[in-house]
């Protein structure tokens, strides 16, 4: 059985950072396409990064150079470093996979999900 479980949210100021684990099982984390995903409150949920089986990169364009994806295939587990973090930010923090290797860099089509994190920003 696939599970995805989040951990590492809170309530933090701007301007500090923020690393979230996803821990992974049922599945090799070395072999799917995995992503992070965020959804505030009254908007719709957004991809922020992706990672290929091989450690290839994407994220989306508002949190280039503060977002890190990142994954430990030996512990399966994903994660997301939050560098200067802003209150915009605040929102429930989801991971994802999925096996369709091919569009890694595109958000849609993800097979599981986990139940999120939240983390909240103050100004």
């Known amino acids: 059985q696939v599970q995805l479980v989040e951990s590492g949210g809170g309530s933090v100021q701007a301007g500090g950072s923020l690393r979230l684990s996803c821990a992974a099982s049922?599945?090799?984390?070395?072999?799917?396409?995995m992503g992070w995903f965020r959804q505030a409150p009254g908007k719709q949920r957004e991809g922020v990064a992706t990672i290929t089986p091989d450690g290839s990169t994407n994220y989306r364009d508002s949190v280039k150079g503060r977002f890190t994806i990142s994954k430990d295939n030996a512990k399966s587990t994903l994660y997301l470093k939050i560098d200067s973090l802003k209150p915009e930010d605040s929102a429930k923090y989801y991971c994802?996979?999925?096996?369709?290797?091919?569009?890694?860099?595109?958000?849609?089509?993800?097979?599981?999900w986990g139940k999120g994190t939240l983390v909240t920003i103050s100004s």
């Open positions: 049922g599945f090799r984390v070395s072999s799917a396409c």
């Open positions: 994802a996979a999925k096996y369709d290797l091919g569009t890694c860099r595109y958000y849609y089509g993800m097979d599981f």
